[in-house]
Nanobody, 124 residues
Framework: QVQLVESGGGLVQAGGSLRLSCTASGSILSINDMGWYRQAPGKQRELVAIITRGGSTNYADSVKGRFTVARDNAKNTVDLQMKSLKPEDTAVYYC??????????????????WGQGTQVTVSS
């Protein structure tokens, strides 16, 4: 009923920039929090950045000052602008959204949805 499509991953040199985008579609009444997580090999998934419906943001300490998360509520998109990339930023990045949609009984309910993940590789 709700689908997330991620784009923008790829290979970039250290110090470079990359922008990730995530678009939600389907039977959406509204979207609350939207965020980005990442998972490096052998590591657990960690929060990178999150933005509330009202625009408040939180970032992992490791990306503060380098990454910027933004959203377009009219388009149901959330972007992650990554600058001054470092090799340690290499990971699979996942979009996560809290969506209010109608459940099987037609009642508004909040669900978490995850994107398919997109690989970001930063070379030294």
């Amino acid at each position: 009923q709700v689908q997330l499509v991620e784009s923008g991953g790829g290979l970039v040199q250290a110090g470079g920039s990359l922008r990730l985008s995530c678009t939600a579609s389907g039977s959406i009444l509204s979207i609350n929090d939207m965020g980005w997580y990442r998972q490096a090999p052998g590591k657990q998934r960690e929060l990178v950045a999150i933005i509330t419906r009202g625009g408040s943001t939180n970032y992992a300490d490791s990306v503060k000052g380098r990454f910027t998360v933004a959203r377009d509520n009219a388009k149901n998109t959330v972007d992650l602008q990554m600058k001054s990339l470092k090799p340690e930023d290499t990971a699979v990045y996942y979009c996560k959204v809290k969506v209010i949609t109608r459940d099987s009984r037609g009642l508004p309910s909040e669900y978490n949805y995850w994107g398919q993940g997109t690989q970001v590789t930063v070379s030294s």
